[in-house]
């Protein structure tokens, strides 16, 4: 039972070829649900903060309910700093416990990207944590987080190894036509596996990271909709692909838009059975429920990382 880094998960999941589950904690229930989820599936696991929860639910909150559940489940929780904007914010989060960041210079031309990010590592490995760059750009939203879809740049080869080489990042985010949001693709989804295995090819030991991956499964999407939603539309990355890309150096999957959802449709229809509730804990409860199960579910059905603590 403790913080730790994804280093041997991701060492593990390389050889295994399977990934790790990176969802994004917003609250105590979606904490609570997680961990269950792992710990019942004995699988290795990553609650990642945005910027958002963090102004949401404040970050000293965030990591006393992630060791909360660590202490009831008994679990090692790798707690990941999701799209961080600068080094200040990296530094911040390292200095406070964090085990992983992210640093995000997707926005930046390279050789700038490269810069900091080989601060953020040499801070990071300084104090015993590991670092996750990105390289390439994904459309959609995600928080603070907003890219155009005119603005996407999908992930360089060559560029990689050089990325890798003057960095010494620990993970790579790639950008292979995945987006954020709930609305990832419109027509048919469709993924550059050809980019993805060169890339993984020519730096075959670098854990690789698959952003904006939730599938966005219909059943809650239909869910959200019949208890007064309006989320017409929405399409995320197909269970399979994400399997698929297991197979090809994806070591870590981001799920989080699947787990909004999932809680948003009990909830929703709780209270809508319910009209006269006002208990919050009578349609959290739910939301917690449906959290586990889809944790479940992605662990066991899509991940493969069931098994693999």
Not at 77 to 100: E, M, P, R
């Given at each position: 039972?403790?913080?730790?880094?994804?280093?041997?998960?991701?060492?593990?999941?390389?050889?295994?070829?399977?990934?790790?589950?990176?969802?994004?904690?917003?609250?105590?229930?979606?904490?609570?649900?997680?961990?269950?989820?792992?710990?019942?599936?004995?699988?290795?696991?990553?609650?990642?903060?945005?910027?958002?929860?963090?102004?949401?639910?404040?970050?000293?909150?965030?990591?006393?309910?992630?060791?909360?559940?660590?202490?009831?489940?008994?679990?090692?929780?790798?707690?990941?700093?999701?799209?961080?904007?600068?080094?200040?914010?990296?530094?911040?989060?390292?200095?406070?416990?964090?085990?992983?960041?992210?640093?995000?210079?997707?926005?930046?031309?390279?050789?700038?990207?490269?810069?900091?990010?080989?601060?953020?590592?040499?801070?990071?490995?300084?104090?015993?944590?590991?670092?996750?760059?990105?390289?390439?750009?994904?459309?959609?939203?995600?928080?603070?987080?907003?890219?155009?879809?005119?603005?996407?740049?999908?992930t360089?080869?060559?560029?990689?190894?050089?990325?890798?080489?003057?960095t010494?990042?620990?993970?790579?985010?790639?950008?292979?036509?995945?987006?954020?949001?709930?609305?990832?693709?419109?027509?048919?989804?469709?993924?550059?596996?050809?980019?993805?295995?060169?890339?993984?090819?020519?730096?075959?030991?670098?854990?690789?990271?698959l952003h904006?991956?939730?599938?966005?499964?219909?059943?809650?999407?239909?869910?959200?909709?019949?208890?007064?939603?309006?989320?017409?539309?929405?399409?995320?990355?197909?269970e399979?692909?994400?399997?698929?890309?297991?197979?090809?150096?994806?070591?870590?999957?981001?799920?989080?838009?699947?787990?909004?959802?999932?809680?948003t449709?009990?909830?929703?229809?709780?209270?809508?059975?319910?009209?006269?509730?006002?208990?919050?804990?009578?349609?959290?409860?739910?939301?917690?429920?449906?959290?586990?199960?889809?944790?479940?579910?992605?662990?066991?059905?899509?991940?493969?990382a069931?098994?693999?603590?």
């Amino acid at each position: 039972m403790a913080l730790v880094t994804t280093k041997e998960m991701f060492e593990k999941a390389i050889k295994g070829g399977y990934a790790v589950g990176a969802f994004n904690v917003n609250n105590m229930e979606i904490i609570q649900g997680i961990a269950e989820a792992a710990k019942e599936e004995h699988s290795p696991v990553i609650m990642q903060v945005s910027a958002g929860a963090r102004k949401y639910a404040k970050p000293a909150y965030l990591r006393k309910l992630v060791e909360a559940a660590m202490e009831d489940t008994g679990i090692d929780v790798a707690l990941h700093l999701d799209h961080g904007a600068g080094f200040d914010i990296c530094k911040q989060c390292i200095d406070d416990g964090f085990t992983s960041v992210m640093y995000d210079g997707s926005s930046l031309t390279f050789n700038e990207n490269i810069e900091i990010t080989k601060k953020v590592v040499e801070y990071a490995h300084e104090r015993g944590a590991v670092v996750e760059a990105e390289l390439g750009t994904l459309a959609g939203i995600e928080d603070d987080v907003i890219v155009d879809n005119r603005d996407v740049v999908y992930t360089d080869p060559m560029q990689a190894v050089e990325f890798v080489e003057k960095t010494g990042v620990d993970s790579l985010a790639i950008a292979i036509g995945t987006s954020h949001g709930a609305y990832k693709f419109k027509g048919t989804p469709k993924l550059d596996f050809e980019r993805l295995k060169t890339i993984h090819k020519l730096i075959p030991d670098t854990p690789l990271v698959l952003h904006g991956a939730s599938t966005v499964l219909k059943e809650f999407v239909d869910k959200c909709n019949q208890y007064g939603g309006n989320i017409p539309g929405a399409q995320g990355v197909p269970e399979d692909m994400i399997k698929e890309a297991a197979k090809h150096g994806i070591c870590k999957v981001n799920i989080d838009t699947d787990l909004r959802l999932a809680l948003t449709a009990e909830v929703r229809k709780y209270l809508s059975e319910n009209p006269a509730e006002f208990d919050p804990r009578k349609y959290l409860g739910p939301g917690r429920d449906a959290i586990k199960s889809m944790v479940s579910h992605k662990i066991r059905n899509v991940l493969n990382a069931s098994g693999k603590r």
